[in-house]
């Protein structure tokens, strides 16, 4: 699936079965609130928090999945065609950073 596909999708899906989007504000709120359930996953499956009873069911890849269909629509709100922002984005880290991180001794 393309992005540009992706955003097609989701905007088809919120004006159907979602009926229509929430605010950007709201929307924002609720990326926040899916990030921190990525993080939290991996806290306790890569770092040293353990996962408690109630952790069961964690799905990162769902849960990764969450946090991308809000910045879709987030990106639908407001107008920005992701695969251009991300192909431009690409291309200022790669000036930016050519070689900034083949110096950077810590990852020697």
């Known amino acids: 699936m393309q992005i540009s596909e992706a955003q097609q999708l989701v905007d088809k899906w919120i004006n159907t079965t979602g009926i229509r989007y929430f605010n950007e504000l709201t ?10 359930e990525v993080a939290r996953i991996m806290a306790r499956q890569y770092g040293e928090q353990s996962f408690k009873k109630s952790d069961t069911e964690v799905n990162l890849a769902d849960e990764m999945a969450d946090v ?8 639908n709100q407001t107008g920005i065609d992701l695969t251009e922002a991300l192909e431009k984005n690409l291309v200022k880290k790669s000036i930016r950073d050519a070689d900034r991180h ?4 810590k990852l020697k």
């Open 68 to 75: 991308l269909f809000v910045l879709i629509c987030l990106a």
């Open 27 to 36: 929307n924002t709120a609720i990326l926040m609130e899916e990030v921190g």
């Open 102 to 105: 083949k110096n950077n001794e």
